[in-house]
């Protein structure tokens, strides 16, 4: 059968964005239009459609993004999948790859140096207003226990299901369809994802050493971002992190732009060795915080908290009424006792010299064959290389899964970026392999 711009313009009877996105997709999971078909040019069916090549060139991106469609250049658009829901494509494609022996891209705590639970359960009903049917930002136990903490003096807080599920209801509720938004350039890939559903103009901030670069900064924000994704304690990718002279230089370029949002993700705070700061002690009326403990107390209490202006956190509630509303107080409650436990506070610092332990047996066996990992702490090590597709599969010959650098880089660094939380033998051997995949003895 021949799928013609003839067909198309029989079957494509609504011609707004909406509705070719959605007729494609029908026309995509009957079958109609089966995996393989290779679509029309863009200004082809415009013009047989008699709408502008901009509309289509939108529905077309919709619908790559959703991993349906997939092409670029002259070889065009071909239909690659018939999924229904949209999903985060990077990871998505990392998640459903083949088992592998020595998988490094699990960045996360390892379960034998977690808290227990245990006593943080024992007593359900010390949760005030447990099972009433309101919408409460936050429990007042962790408002309490997160404000001593807090890198700055926020004026409000709310509680949500981790950090990533607070970053999806935060850009969701601030940042309009289509927009451009800063994004410290490495970052991890699920943000990207979510910009990427957003429809965002992802624009990479530089960094160095010492976290995000001013003059990229600047560069960028000039260029119309209305808001501004950084890390402002421990970069979950590099494992760097910000000094307070940097800190002071980006909020000097923020104040001077005052119609950015500044989103800030602070997932491993406990894990810095430094206290983390905040854009908030300059410009707080701008700022959303975000922190996770889920690194520090374990996946099943997963369990985030926001601050911002009072004002912008009733517009995150106001999303998210979309869903389930406030998070569990019951969850809520066992993360603020665990946050204010004196045991579970020594638990997780004994991780945290683990941790770093785990990473300097691999930077030591790294540098005994010249090559520096450079400063860092948290899960994971980003590494430079010559050539990224060609590390990956040498790695791949040898049993060793790492991620791709360029599904945590807008900017498509040739890295690659591996886990250690894990890693209790072998560093030798892997340092062996790294060394053998290409890495580069710095950053170009």
């Known amino acids: 059968m021949e799928w013609n711009t003839e067909w198309f313009v029989q079957r494509l009877h609504d011609r707004s964005v909406r509705g070719l996105v959605r007729q494609l997709a029908a026309l995509v999971q009957s079958g109609a239009l089966p995996v393989g078909t290779r679509l029309p040019a863009i200004r082809d ?28 250049g002259r070889s065009g658009m071909f239909v690659i999948g018939t999924s229904i ?46 099972n009433v049917n309101d919408d409460e930002a936050i429990v007042e136990s962790l408002r309490a226990v997160s404000a001593d903490s807090w890198p700055y003096d ?58 995000p670069m001013p003059d990229s900064l600047e560069r960028v924000v000039a260029r119309g ?11 979950a990718v590099t494992g760097r992190t910000v000094p307070r002279s940097r800190l002071e230089s980006l909020a000097a370029i923020m104040t001077a732009a005052p119609s950015a949002w500044i989103i800030e993700d602070d997932p491993l705070s406990r894990f810095n060795p430094f206290p983390s700061g905040s854009l908030g002690a300059w410009c707080p009326d701008r700022v959303v915080h975000i922190r996770s403990l889920s690194a520090f107390f374990g ?19 106001a999303f998210r009424s979309f869903g389930p509303g406030c998070p569990s107080r019951l969850l809520q409650s066992a993360a603020a006792w665990m946050a204010g436990d004196a045991e579970t506070t020594r638990i997780v610092a004994h991780a945290r010299q683990v941790y770093a332990q785990r990473r300097a047996c691999l930077a030591e066996a ?37 991620t791709e650098g360029s599904k945590c880089s807008p900017s ?20 062996g392999h790294l060394v053998a995949a290409g890495l580069l003895t710095k950053e170009a």
């Open 154 to 211: 926020a004026e409000d807080f709310m509680g949500c299901d981790g950090g990533y599920s607070g970053l999806y209801d935060t850009l969701h509720a601030l940042v309009p369809p289509g927009s451009i938004v800063a994004v410290e350039d490495p970052t991890p890939m699920r943000v990207l994802d979510i910009l990427d559903h957003l429809g965002a103009s992802i624009l990479p901030v530089r960094s160095d050493l010492h976290g």
């Open 366 to 402: 790294l540098a005994r064959l010249g090559h520096d990992a450079g400063p860092g702490c948290g899960f994971s090590l980003w590494l430079p290389v010559r050539e990224q597709k060609a590390a990956l599969a040498c790695l791949a010959h040898n049993g060793i899964r790492v």
């Open 45 to 72: 069916l415009a013009y047989a459609l008699e709408i502008s090549p901009a509309t289509v060139s939108i529905a077309w991106g919709q619908l790559r993004r959703r991993s349906m469609i997939d092409g670029r």
């Open 412 to 431: 498509g660094q040739p890295h690659i970026r591996l886990s250690f939380s894990h890693l209790v033998s072998d560093q030798e051997w892997l340092a």
């Open 225 to 235: 971002a209305v808001a501004v994704y950084l890390h402002p304690g421990l970069n």
């Open 85 to 130: 829901a949209p999903r985060p494509v990077r990871r998505t494609a990392s998640v459903g790859l083949a088992h592998m022996p020595f998988d490094l891209t699990s960045y996360t705590p390892d379960v034998t140096l977690l808290p227990s639970l245990a006593s943080a359960f024992a007593a359900p009903d010390r949760t005030p207003n447990l």
């Open 299 to 317: 996946p099943d209490l997963r369990v985030g908290i926001i601050s911002a202006t009072a004002r912008i956190i009733r517009e995150i509630c």
